[in-house]
């Protein structure tokens, strides 16, 4: 640790069984901690510069009315702020914090009430135990699990035989701070969040007590109540929401939606959503406080936050893995949809190792999101670093770092950008350190990318057609194009006085349409077209909800490329 740095904890401990105590004798602490600012809570700006980082020199703005400290660390004289409560302490960094201003700008600063956050309210009612830490590990996951916290205490003070005990619903809120990191003034802090403990171990001769906690509801139903449901026509987003309100939760959501005609959950309400979000390349975090959902394939498309050279890297700990025959480079999807009596395929990519995938679709749109997902998933970490750095504040999962110092990528080096899958933060009486975990950032598969047909079955009202599209150029909302007819998903086309039909089967129309109408899926059906009058509604489900109505072909010939929703 360089000379004048320090590092110090605060772990606010709530436990039943120091309830009461905490409120007999806790008004002298809770005092002194009224008077430190907390995230969450609001400042008043005045014509205050705003600016991109801590160390930026020329503002980028200026900013008036009441803004959220982001997190409390105070860095180079400046305070991260935002506009929204609901963005306090919210990851990634880059697209919930407005900017820095100055510290001496922000006056008025003020409890944000009954809304603050949930480690502000930690802090008011829980006891500071970090006298008592001998280690503190926070791990950061960016995917899978929830985040968790191991902490290692000197238990000789015989008031933990004594009441101290964690119970039941016990919870901790840690938080790493850093003072005169890199000069003088210069305050850093991690805030780690809200665990629920859920293992506990004690040993004698050294007397130490090791907890351990997660950060996920304390309702435990979350991930033990099996339940049996079948949800329809909704989207994973509303599913989403759904259970996070079951359990009091915030809910953010950071990806294009989905729509889910119908699925059936058989099993608890977390391992249902982290499966259901997984088919479609989701990600799922759980917090003991939020719900949170993000494309990581589109976060893997956004600039490096972070640049980590060679000499930043404590020495020996840089590790390099890859798996050279493990890379899918392409894959299948086959379904059979037996309410729409058609068999539905399509491939993308090719190559001699390639991956099958076979479950519910509810079109070719739908098959290749899953296809990409599942190919996705599997190629991701085929390549990962591993390195231990001196107290990494910046750095938390789900972020994109540059690795310099290590060689060129494009001649065989490991320079490049990485996707950080895990940090793991270290505090202990030897100091602070932070080991990162991420995989190489390599270019991914695209729906818009996947080939693909629906065969329609033979009937007696019917005849039996296929249907094709490459997909090079078509909607991602396509289900498929007519060969015959050169019918785009998403293509506009203008009607003039066309019939209007209830199916592709009714006989008598429902009436007539003139203006600019969309293709809903390019599929050409006893010679009529679905049209809807919106290019965000093609390919949308439910069907009902978002086609006009069926139109003969020969009154579509003004069909024109390049109007999809993409």
């Not at 039943?16 to 400042?43: E, K, W």
């Not at 880059?94 to 510290?103: A, E, L």
Request: hydrophobic share 35%.
């Amino acid at each position: 640790m360089r000379k004048g740095r320090s590092v110090s904890l605060e772990v606010f401990y709530i436990n039943a069984n120091l309830a009461q105590a905490a409120a007999q004798s806790g008004s002298t602490q809770a005092a002194a901690q009224g008077t430190a600012t907390v995230a969450g809570q609001t400042v008043t700006l005045n014509n205050a510069p705003l600016y991109a980082s801590s160390t930026t020199n020329k503002p980028s703005a200026h900013k008036t009315g009441v803004y959220y400290l982001y997190d409390s660390a105070v860095i180079n004289g400046r305070r991260r702020i935002t506009n929204l409560l609901s963005r306090v302490g919210k990851k990634p960094v880059g697209q919930n914090v407005t900017g820095w201003v100055n510290d001496a700008d922000c006056k008025g600063i003020t409890s944000a009430g009954a809304a603050e956050s949930k480690t502000a309210a930690a802090k008011k009612t829980g006891t500071d135990i970090a006298e008592y830490v001998e280690s503190l590990t926070y791990v950061d996951s960016a995917a899978d699990n929830s985040d968790s916290v191991d902490i290692t205490l000197d238990a000789q003070d015989g008031k933990w035989l004594r009441g101290w005990m964690p119970n039941k619903g016990a919870t901790l809120s840690p938080r790493i701070v850093g003072r005169d990191w890199d000069s003088t003034g210069d305050t850093r802090a991690i805030h780690c969040g809200l665990f629920v403990l859920d293992d506990i171990s004690f040993s004698d001769a050294p007397t130490t007590l090791q907890i351990g906690g997660v950060s996920k509801p304390s309702n435990t139903d979350f991930s033990e109540l099996e339940r049996e449901y079948v949800w329809k026509n909704t989207s994973i987003k509303r599913i989403a929401s759904t259970i996070a309100a079951r359990y009091g939760l915030q809910f953010a959501f950071d990806a294009d939606d989905y729509d889910i005609e119908s699925d059936e959950q058989d099993g608890t309400d977390s391992s249902y959503l982290n499966e259901l979000c997984k088919n479609y390349g989701l990600i799922l975090k759980v917090y003991a406080s939020r719900l949170w959902i993000y494309d990581r394939e589109r976060y893997k498309e956004k600039r490096a936050a972070v640049t980590v050279d060679r000499t930043q890297i404590k020495p020996g700990s840089f590790s390099y893995r890859t798996t050279l025959f493990g890379t899918y480079t392409g894959g299948y999807f086959d379904y059979t949809d037996p309410d729409k009596d058609c068999d539905i395929s399509c491939s993308v990519g090719g190559g001699t190792h390639t991956k099958s995938v076979n479950r519910r679709a509810s079109s070719v749109y739908d098959a290749s999101v899953q296809l990409c997902a599942e190919i996705n998933n599997a190629n991701h970490g085929q390549i990962k670093i591993r390195f231990t750095m001196p107290g990494a504040w910046h750095i938390s999962a789900a972020m994109n770092i540059l690795l310099t110092g290590y060689g060129d990528g494009e001649n065989g080096g490991l320079n490049g950008k990485y996707f950080v899958d895990k940090v793991t933060h270290k505090v202990s009486r030897g100091g602070y350190e932070t080991q990162i975990e991420a995989s190489a950032v390599r270019p991914g598969f695209h729906h818009w990318d996947v080939g693909g047909k629906i065969e329609y079955q033979k009937t007696a009202a019917e005849s039996k057609e296929n249907y094709s599209s490459t997909y090079e150029t078509t909607s991602p909302a396509a289900n498929a194009a007519s060969a015959a007819a050169g019918a785009v998903a998403g293509a506009a086309v203008t009607l003039n006085k066309a019939p209007l039909y209830v199916s592709s089967t009714a006989t008598n129309k429902a009436g007539t349409k003139s203006g600019t109408y969309y293709f809903y899926d390019g599929i050409l059906i006893n010679g009529r077209y679905r049209i809807t009058n919106s290019a965000a509604r093609c390919g949308k489900l439910p069907v009902g909800q978002n086609v006009t109505g069926w139109v003969p072909a020969s009154y579509c010939g003004g069909g024109s490329a390049g109007n999809g929703t993409r």
